[in-house]
């Protein structure tokens, strides 16, 4: 992971995926590197992606998802809505239209 442009996140729900991103590896993404997760917002420890990005030992994270939707942070981390390389978008993907 350490010389990815990107890790992206896309994976099955699962008890064994909680905090799969957490802090150790975290400190093995490079710090060019993006984050962005899809999948499921409690997959990544958002108190350590806000400290990794508010370190700039990453370059940018872009969520879909979060581990409360709609987006409030989780108590004892930073907002990561206040960092200038963070995207944060609704998870609408599977949002259809029906006409």
Not at 37 to 49: C, F, I, S, Y
Not at 65 to 78: H, L, M, N, Q
Request: hydrophobic share 40%.
């Amino acid at each position: 992971m350490q010389h990815a442009d990107f890790v992206c996140l896309h994976m099955s729900a699962s008890r064994d995926n909680v905090n799969v991103i957490d802090r150790d590896r975290l400190a093995q993404i490079g710090e060019r590197s993006w984050l962005i997760n899809t999948a499921r917002g409690w997959m990544v420890d958002e108190g350590a992606l806000f400290t990794a990005l508010a370190g700039r030992r990453l370059a940018g994270a872009a969520l879909d998802v979060f581990t409360r939707e709609p987006y409030a942070p989780v108590e004892g981390s930073g907002d990561l809505r206040s960092l200038p390389n963070v995207i944060l978008t609704p998870h609408v993907g599977s949002t259809q239209n029906s006409k």
